[in-house]
């Protein structure tokens, strides 16, 4: 037992160190995108603008359970914004049925407002999707998707607003 909880404590030290290294080099590459002015803000700052929902994802790359979110299903005609920020993420003329209870595009708006990342957590080598002003976590960026692009970018719903086109 006493190992274990050993084992715990360290496996909870080790996640919290590839937390704040990803947070800093998230930070860095948001800096260098000249063209959209950063939104930094303390986690204290994230927690009292956001629900407890939108924190574990978009702040701390968690992830909602598949065919539960808001979007994954929705078919009217819009832009998808990012849940925190506001800055416009995705189209629906590019959102696909992909099978895997996410929301799904094969393309975002535009060249600069969404970014990308490494992620090598859970044991996996992924292309992580965050929003490119605040750096809240979006989803993952997969090589499956549907032509033209051949990429499938898997979001949460927790992390999109939609406004409806009139
Ligand atoms: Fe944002």
Known sequence: MKQFILFMMLASTLGACAQSNKESSKKNAITENGSITPIQLS???????????????L?????????TGKYWDNKEKGTYLCAACQLPL???????KSGSGWPSFYEPINDTNVATEKDTSLG???????????????????LDGPKPTGLRYCI???SLSFEKEE
């Open 90 to 96: 995705f189209q629906s003329k590019t959102k696909f």
């Open 43 to 57: 986690p204290e700052e994230w927690k009292a603008k956001l629900t407890s929902e939108e924190y574990y994802v």
């Open 59 to 67: 702040r701390e790359q968690g992830t909602e359970r598949a065919f």
């Open 156 to 158: 949460n719903s927790v």
């Open 124 to 142: 996996m080598v992924r292309t992580e999707v965050h929003c490119a002003r605040c750096g809240g976590h979006l989803g993952h960026v997969f």
